[in-house]
């Protein structure tokens, strides 16, 4: 089944300590992108990447990193968390950047 | 930066009328989507409209694009129960490679 599947779904964690937020697709998409959904605010993209080792900030990218060394996994890294960071968070890939999206079922983050 | 914005924030309807939401941008753009979510899940893909088309269809759903507007509608007719969620548009950016989506249209259909 064609999938976007995201780890951990719930996550509760402390300010400062470094977390680790997977996501995989098994499309051979080779966009991917991740967003935080806060209320209100609609999604707003972290960060993108247009292929293996491409990688660029959206709008939100301060307290976030990425890697992308395999075309089929985009972890998001959270370095030292902060409250401000919690949030709902949903990884997303496509085709390109000109084909519709499939999103992962989410992960909320609460930073305590 | 908010590139499309949707209208109105929330709309409530009769089972059975039709919906129509609108969603702005402000930038040239290679393609315009909807997207609808229910109630804190993942997003689904609805309709995707190209910056030279003007009209599209899919079963219920109706997109319009107006480039020299800079706008879209998502028309959805015959609404059902089961229609009742949130609705955003997506952009793209023809200076990078960003998608930009917008605040959202919470739709509530009443029964």
């Known amino acids: 089944e064609a999938q976007v599947t995201q780890n951990p779904r719930y996550l509760i964690t402390v300010t400062g300590k470094k977390l680790t937020v997977t996501c995989s697709q098994n499309?051979?998409?080779?966009?991917m992108s991740w967003y935080r959904q806060d209320p209100g605010l609609g999604l707003r993209q972290i960060y993108y990447?247009?292929?293996?080792?491409?990688?660029d900030k959206g709008d939100v990218p301060e307290g976030y990193k990425v890697s992308r060394k395999e075309k089929r996994n985009f972890p998001l890294i959270l370095e030292s968390p902060s409250p401000n960071q919690t949030s709902l968070y949903f990884c997303?890939?496509?085709?390109?950047?000109?084909?519709?999206?499939?999103f992962g079922p989410g992960t909320r983050l609460t930073v305590l | 930066s908010q590139q499309g914005e949707e209208d109105p924030q929330a709309l409530s309807i009769q089972e059975g009328e039709n919906a129509t939401m609108n969603c702005s941008y402000k930038?040239?753009?290679?393609?315009l989507q909807w997207y609808r979510q229910n109630s804190g899940r993942g997003l689904v893909h609805l309709i995707l409209?190209?910056?030279?088309?003007r009209e599209k269809h899919s079963g219920r759903l109706r997109v319009t694009l107006d480039t020299s507007k800079k706008s879209s509608s998502l028309l959805i007719t015959a609404s059902r129960a089961a229609d009742t969620a949130s609705y955003f548009c997506?952009?793209?950016?023809?200076?990078?490679?960003?998608?930009?989506f917008g605040k959202g249209t919470r739709l509530h259909i009443l029964p």
């Open positions: 930038t040239s753009i290679n393609n």
């Open positions: 409209i190209r910056s030279n088309e």
């Open positions: 997506a952009t793209d950016e023809n200076r990078d490679d960003k998608i930009i």
């Open positions: 990447s247009m292929n293996v080792e491409v990688t």
């Open positions: 997303a890939s496509s085709l390109d950047l000109y084909n519709e999206q499939f």
């Open positions: 499309m051979n998409h080779e966009y």
